[in-house]
């Protein structure tokens, strides 16, 4: 079959679906409004033409496309936010660039007389249907402010840059505000499911790590999961999540993410100690990673910048953190794994079938948290797990998400629902030269490829810590006891809303 793509030209009016029928496809998608006003909807932008409203410069209001005129500009389909025909006016809400980091919402109105309705109805219906795609519209939004994240600033934040998108969106929005450490896994776990899509946190990677637990210790845990999407409007420390799912930490382009992200199944891992289950949607880490987040606790005001110096610190300083471990190991070499990866770029399976098949339409009230294949920390190691011990090891990082930090990307080849947890491991001893090597390799993204990074695809993993009495080991950031655990994986359990639907936004292992 031919893609209508090929052959287009760059006129912005022309659309790909439609070849010789452009004439009647211009009669559809245009709409006149007076003598000075036409809207058309083009390839992938609204372009408006106002001959009323002449600009002050020659560039369009988005930067993406240069104008015909004066009075001409494209609006990205991706910036529409809503549009609304009353009895006497059609406005047209979008997000506007004021910087490169910020939008805000703007507007678009223009009188229609009483005989234009009809068609201007169904020319609305055509914009927000191109503005939205598969994603859905008018979201049901129970939004999570942590007071404390942000360095308090959360919740300024929120009503500043987030509010007036939601709000323009027409989405429906239920605000509470988080009191103490665990009042989310609270929230969550009482939560009418049915009542929400989504479960947006302002905050950093914390809140959402307590929502999902959360989901995880109800009766109906597979159905809360698979069901209600997580999201996070970056307001604290750590956002990773953000970085992944949306690109950016800025707070007004992830909210313009959200009201446009599609739902996406999300790999979630148990981690268990002792008698302890936690699911973790992140990272799990012990060593140079683990000491440098939760102990740099004391340096919080240089925000993700803490993350790389505390890394610098440890790798100059040949740190080694012995232990024992036992690892599932899935895919082993990594040219495999770039393989893989690059096929999941031209995989195009329904999101719906990117789950366990346990999980795929699950509906059930009394359905809990699914067992675990590999039991736990304190059962017997599984069939064909080999204890290695690892006395020079300097960094053990298995991950769920790409970016750990803004620029840091760890987890290159990791992928939103392979069911695979990435396991990184890197010796104490290496060199100076090479550790900071290492630490610029990560920065420009050729991390993957050096030959003193162990890069594995694994199903689960056990680590015993070892010759130390006390230390740091985190869970999607959050401090545990530092005592042996397992992880394990489970295939698309939880849910996100994501850009693309199926990838993060890093740059990958092509």
Same mark, same amino acid.
């Given at each position: ?245 949306? !690109?950016?930490?800025?707070?007004? +382009?992830?909210?313009?993410?959200? #009201?446009?992200? &599609?739902?996406?199944?999300? $790999? *979630? ?96 009230? !009394?359905?809990?948290?699914?067992? +675990?294949?590999?039991?736990?920390? #304190?059962?017997? &190691?599984?069939?064909?797990? $080999? *204890? ?123």
């Amino acid at each position: 079959m031919t893609d209508r793509r090929q052959g287009s030209t760059n006129d912005p009016f022309a659309d790909p679906g439609f070849g010789d029928d452009a004439e009647s496809f211009m009669i559809d998608t245009t709409i006149a409004l007076g003598r000075d006003v036409s809207l058309t909807l083009g390839t992938d932008s609204l372009i408006v033409l106002d001959e009323g409203q002449v600009q002050k410069t020659g560039s369009n209001c988005c930067g993406l496309l240069p104008n015909a005129s004066k009075s001409t500009r494209a609006l990205p389909y991706f910036n529409i936010i809503w549009a609304t025909l009353s009895e006497f006016d059609l406005t047209i809400q979008y997000a506007t660039p004021t910087s490169k980091d910020v939008v805000r919402v703007a507007t678009l109105s223009y009188a229609v007389e009483k005989a234009e309705h009809p068609p201007v109805t169904t020319w609305v219906y055509k914009l927000l249907d191109r503005a939205y795609g598969a994603s859905l519209q008018r979201k049901r939004i129970k939004v999570l402010i942590n007071p404390f994240g942000g360095k308090g600033s959360a919740e300024k934040w929120y009503l500043r840059d987030i509010e007036p998108i939601f709000a323009a969106a027409q989405c429906k929005i239920d605000v509470e505000r988080t009191q103490l450490r665990g009042h989310a896994i609270d929230i969550a776990e009482k939560l009418d499911v049915d009542a929400y899509d989504v479960v947006a946190c302002c905050s950093g990677d914390g809140v959402p790590h307590e929502v999902f637990n959360g989901f995880g210790k109800r009766k109906d845990a597979i159905r809360a999961l698979s069901n209600v999407a997580v999201v996070q409007l970056p307001c604290g420390s750590g956002n990773a999540m953000s970085l992944n799912l949306n !690109g950016t930490d800025s707070t007004t +382009l992830a909210a313009l993410c959200v #009201i446009k992200g &599609l739902k996406t199944p999300l $790999d *979630l891992i148990s981690v268990t100690q002792g008698t302890r289950r936690t699911l973790s949607f992140l990272s799990q880490s012990v060593g140079i990673c683990a000491e440098s987040d939760l102990g740099t606790e004391n340096i919080r005001w240089m925000g993700s910048a803490r993350f790389t110096y505390g890394i610098l610190v440890r790798l100059l300083g040949k740190t080694v953190y012995p232990c024992d471990i036992a690892v599932k190991v899935d895919v082993a070499d990594k040219a495999s794994i770039r393989d893989s990866y690059r096929d999941e770029l031209n995989d195009r399976t329904p999101a719906s079938e990117r789950r366990d098949p346990d999980f795929q339409g699950s509906g059930g009230a !009394g359905e809990g948290l699914p067992p +675990l294949k590999y039991g736990s920390a #304190i059962d017997k &190691l599984p069939d064909g797990w $080999d *204890l290695v011990p690892h006395d020079k090891l300097g960094n053990f990082f298995a991950g769920n998400m790409a970016w750990v930090a803004p620029g840091t990307n760890f987890f290159p080849a990791s992928l939103p629902n392979d069911g695979h947890i990435d396991l990184v491991c890197i010796n104490g001893d290496i060199s100076r030269l090479s550790s900071l090597q290492t630490l610029m390799a990560v920065e420009t993204n050729s991390f993957f490829g050096l030959e003193h990074v162990s890069y594995r695809k694994v199903a689960g993993y056990r680590i015993i810590p070892k010759n130390q009495k006390d230390g740091y080991i985190s869970i999607d950031g959050e401090r545990v006891p530092f005592e042996p655990f397992q992880a394990e994986i489970h295939r698309g359990l939880g849910t996100v809303l994501s850009k693309s639907g199926r990838m993060y936004e890093a740059p990958g292992v092509l």
